[in-house]
């Protein structure tokens, strides 16, 4: 069941965005107007689903605290440019407590980050982004496939890769509100350094960060029982 949920949120996270695409292709809205909405609607249902399976206070708890930890970690590192904790943070949290979890550590990082970092167009974009790469990350550490440093620097690596072609999308929009191929291409090219330094930051903090966290996240899941067993099945 777990895993139809997963594929449909999935599904509709690829459906949506196709649909504003096509809109902005037929001149019904501006492809500016229609790669925000698409960002902000893939995030839809995954807060339905994580809302309808009722999570317990103490799991809301701990996406809370992550949350924060995931917030405060950008503000601390907040001098050194392009090099934060968030992507790391994010992933640990999917890895220990579910896709789903993981999506809206990742999602709502963004927001509350940007509270101190500025709110704007680009905000959907990047809770899209952390989202997604929190969601991919639980579903793939099912099994316990991240546990292991090498596949864990490999989905650091993936991680930063991904989030800067996804925000280039929104860097070729910001010009004038078109999107052309060959700008996207363009600017990928140009922040090829940017991307070095997000990979890197993120293999770097999930090898420092996995055990301490990953250890105190299974020690309070545990003592507490965060989830119960039907909520194990859901959350996975």
Known sequence: MGRLKNLAAAAAMLCVPCAAVLSAAFGVIGWDAATVIAAV?????FFLSFEKRAPSARELVLAAVMTAF?????????????????TAIVVLAAMHLGPQTGFMVGALSAVVSNIYFGQGAWTPFQMFCWGFIGFLAGVLNR?????????????????????????????????????????????????????????VSNVIFLLVLRKPV??????????????????TEQAQ
């Open 214 to 231: 990953g250890k105190r996240l299974e020690r309070i899941k545990k003592k507490y029982g965060v989830f119960s067993a039907a909520d």
């Open 143 to 199: 099994k316990g496939v991240l546990e292991r440093a090498v596949p864990l620097a490999a989905y650091g690596v993936f991680s930063g890769a991904a989030y800067s072609v996804v925000m280039d999308i929104w860097t070729v929009l910001a010009a004038d509100g078109t999107f052309s191929g060959t700008r996207w291409t363009a600017a990928m090219i140009s922040a090829l350094p940017v991307t070095a330094v997000y990979c």
């Open 70 to 86: 995931s917030a405060a970690g950008r503000f601390i590192f907040a001098p050194i440019p392009f090099f934060k904790p968030v």
């Open 41 to 45: 609607m893939c995030c839809v249902p």
